[in-house]
């Protein structure tokens, strides 16, 4: 059995994270091995290359590659091959029942018990005297390195992938097939230093962002490594700041008020975090039309229609039960209906049909929407498969957009950026009195991802649109953003302060908030401390929201309709 | 199917316990892995009639205890299933009741405290229920949502039992006598199943339940091949996606190799 594309192998993933018990990808390569994350199976083995992965898959589903027992192997290839021996049996006992019958059955695993209990005892074992078989050749190889620096990369930073392909075209890769112990060493020495410094990938990232850094090949003709040049603590700061700067600045010029040409002015306060109390008046929200760039974006082939099962998911949102009078069938009898059929009766006619209950039915459809899209700058940037967030955050928006217009709810779609606290736009891309159209179709193309993210009057915005002109008794705010606000005095503490305040007042007011981050690579405990853990929905494509929108949904107005329910109880 | 249930730990203990104490049991579990089977084989066990109420969303109260009926010009009364229940010592065994609104859900609360009374409005009655009444509840925790809908106070007067897929050779043993899968089938299965149920969940509505490899081993029993029979009873019921079928396809041929 032979593979020699790389998506009929890819396919064996299932396979693989189902004995490893977490998501791994399946290549080929040189050599089958593991870093933990992914199997690279041998382009040159006879056999069965199932059987390589599932013995790699085995190892990391049995915690074979644990990093403190993994340091001991580096550098010691007989060793780890001794360590693989006997780590493939145990996790082939540990796991036999989810291994294939075919696996299990392999003449090296036939002996009752494992030799070693635990991976610590394999080491122990492996680092010994003791005579043990050669591993036979579908166990594949360990190369603790590769595990280790994805461990690292777990440990330090949640864009790991990133700094793989960095990495790999560095040609570091080249250099561990070498298996040059020296070479492996450093490589361990340079891993284990703060990310930060010199060589990290945040440092190498914020370097080409900033153009301050020496050049790729500089850095790498430097084989031993200096001392961090960007001060740890201010480089996140340093990062968003430095990000948020370019992308707002780089491509567009400051827009002249006179540009407006959408319809009124708002003004809302924004929590001061020092002192404790609101700025009233402080940011000025100019409702706005999308902006005529010069070239428009072709709109059609992204623009997927939102599939029907999205339509299913939300279908039953904001449903509400009503009792239905002269019903076939039902709870309670319907008086007035009961009347007229006596006397039909009695007057010697039989009515054709006996509607006479009242039931319960739901069929009102009581719910409101306003979807805030966040088109700053920040959006622009690309994630690892260099795909703009943009681009599928307006995929999204679209989707559920057209989605809950077409189920009958009042809905509203925002594009938020803004230049400052004078200069906030909400761009209008869908009224809430508007039919869906052509017209919001082109909308979409115009908008442009410019600005920064003033993320609290945005929700300011949207809770005061569902709450005073769309006024529908069930309340839904969706936020695609990319995470974290900042604009021009707005940022960290103070921007979290006020977006999470901003999210209090639409809660007390009894509507649902829900922020969706769609490819983005912010971080999720950030979002989940703004929002709430249970109110964000990160997915890496627009197509996977459906698989839980419906339950964050139901599961935010539940929420909110409970505390409504409590406000009044109290106020009572 | 009469075959006796199999039990994978001490939940017929529990259940004999709080039937002999007029306790209400709550089963949690998730889909397929036996908890109607379970509540089926213990009322047989103890020799009461089971009446079985699959809950959802527009179950209303009257639907549970029962309505008023047109009868030429008169109304008639017609118990409902709980009604029922209570008046014939059945043991009543309401599924999946977190889909039942919470305004259903309360009319159950006298009964399911030291009270064990229900209140029929409607007729201005009140009937105590006799000691050999239960009421059994399932829910399956995995949808998490639903699991925030069950009111605390309904949930406090419940003994829980959580109910899981059985262990692997607990699981073989099943698929031997409910579908007379051979050993090595039952264990090829198994495997498939547990493996199934390790991936991230990503993608699929559920994992592999205990249900589906029994079709999946009675489909093999009559005749089919056993790709198709795993494909149609295991893997196309758990996605819809064609890449992620097809793979799960081509796992499941290693599984059955």
Known sequence: ?572 | MDTNYIASGQEEEVFRAAWQNRLPLLLKGPTGCGKTKFVQSMARLLGRELITVACHEDLTAGDLIGRFLLDGVKTIWQDGPLTKAVREGAICYLDEIVEARADTTVVIHPLADHRRELNIERLGEMIAAPPEFMLVMSYNPGYQSVLKDLKPSTRQRMVALELTYPDAPVEERILMQEASAPPELASRLVRLGRAIRALPQDGLSDGASTRSLISAARLMAAGLASELAVKSAIIAPLSDDPVTSRNLGEMAKIYLA
């Not at chain 1, 790389?6 to 396979?15: E, M, Q, S």
């Not at chain 1, 019958?101 to 003791?130: D, N």
């Not at chain 1, 003004?267 to 609101?278: H, I, L, Q, T």
């Open chain 1, 1 to 572: 059995m032979r593979y020699p594309d790389g998506d009929a192998i890819a396919g064996f993933a299932p396979l693989a994270s189902a004995i490893a018990g977490c998501a791994v990808t399946v290549q080929l390569g040189a050599q089958s091995f593991t870093d933990g994350r992914s199997i690279t199976v041998a382009t040159t083995r006879d056999g069965p290359i199932w059987l390589d992965i599932c013995a790699q898959a085995a190892m990391i589903g049995a915690g074979s590659l644990d990093g403190a027992l993994l340091r001991h192997l580096v550098g010691r290839p007989k060793t780890a091959r001794r360590y693989l021996y006997l780590e493939v049996n145990r996790a082939s006992h540990v796991l036999r029942d989810r291994l294939p019958l075919g696996f299990s059955r392999q003449p090296v695993f036939e002996a009752a018990q494992p030799l070693t209990e635990s991976a610590a005892v394999s080491l122990a074992l492996a680092a010994g005297k003791r005579a043990l078989p050669e591993p036979p050749p579908f166990f594949g190889s360990i190369r603790p390195l590769f595990a280790l620096r994805h461990k690292a990369a777990d440990a330090g930073d949640t864009a790991g992938a990133r700094s793989d392909g960095r990495e790999n075209s560095a040609g570091h890769g080249v250099k561990l097939h070498a298996e040059d112990v020296a070479t492996e060493s450093s490589l361990l020495l340079r891993l284990l230093e703060n990310p930060f410094s010199k060589g990290g990938w945040l440092s190498d990232m914020l370097n080409d962002l900033l153009g301050a850094g020496v050049s790729k090949g500089e850095r790498d003709s430097n084989a031993a490594p200096a001392a961090g040049e960007i001060p740890v603590g201010r480089v996140e700061r340093g990062l968003r700041r430095g990000v948020a700067a370019l992308l707002g600045t780089l491509n567009i010029p400051l827009p002249a008020l006179e540009d407006f040409t959408g319809g009124g002015q708002h003004v809302y306060p924004e929590w001061d975090m020092a002192k404790s109390r609101y700025r009233k008046n402080w940011v000025f929200v100019q409702e706005a039309e999308p902006w005529l760039g010069e070239d428009k974006r072709d709109f059609a082939d992204f623009m997927a229609p939102p599939s029907v099962a999205l339509r299913r998911q939300m279908a039953d949102l904001g449903l509400g039960h009503e009792m239905r009078r002269r019903q076939s069938d039902g709870t309670e009898l319907d008086t007035g209906a009961m009347i007229d059929y006596a006397i039909a009766v009695q007057s010697g006619h039989v009515p054709s049909r006996l509607e006479v209950y009242r039931a319960s039915r739901r069929t009102r459809r009581d719910l409101g929407v306003v979807i805030l899209l966040d088109i700053s700058g920040s959006t622009a940037s690309q994630d690892h498969e260099g795909q703009a967030v943009f681009k599928r955050q307006l995929q999204l928006a679209y989707q559920l957009g057209r989605t809950v217009d077409r189920l009958g709810d009042v809905s509203a779609i925002i594009g938020f950026h803004g230049w400052g606290r004078k200069q906030m736009r909400a761009v209008r891309i869908k009224g809430h009195h508007e039919a869906w159209s052509r017209a919001i179709d082109a909308r979409f193309a115009l908008l442009e991802p410019v600005g920064y993210t003033r993320t609290g009057a945005a929700i300011r915005h949207g809770a005061a649109l569902l709450g005073n002109i769309i006024r529908q008794p069930n309340k839904l705010l969706l936020i695609i953003t990319d995470g974290i606000p900042y604009d021009e005095d707005y940022e960290l503490r103070y921007a979290e302060q006020d977006t999470r305040k901003a999210l209090r007042e639409a809660r007390a007011a009894g509507t649902a908030c829900l922020c969706i981050s769609v490819g983005a690579e912010t971080e999720t405990g950030k979002l989940a401390e703004i929002f709430g853990a249970g109110n964000i929905l990160a997915v890496d494509e627009p197509e996977e929201a459906r698989l839980h929108i419906r339950q964050l949904c139901r599961r935010a107005l539940a929420a909110v309709s409970k505390r409504r329910y409590a406000g009044r109880a109290m106020a009572g």
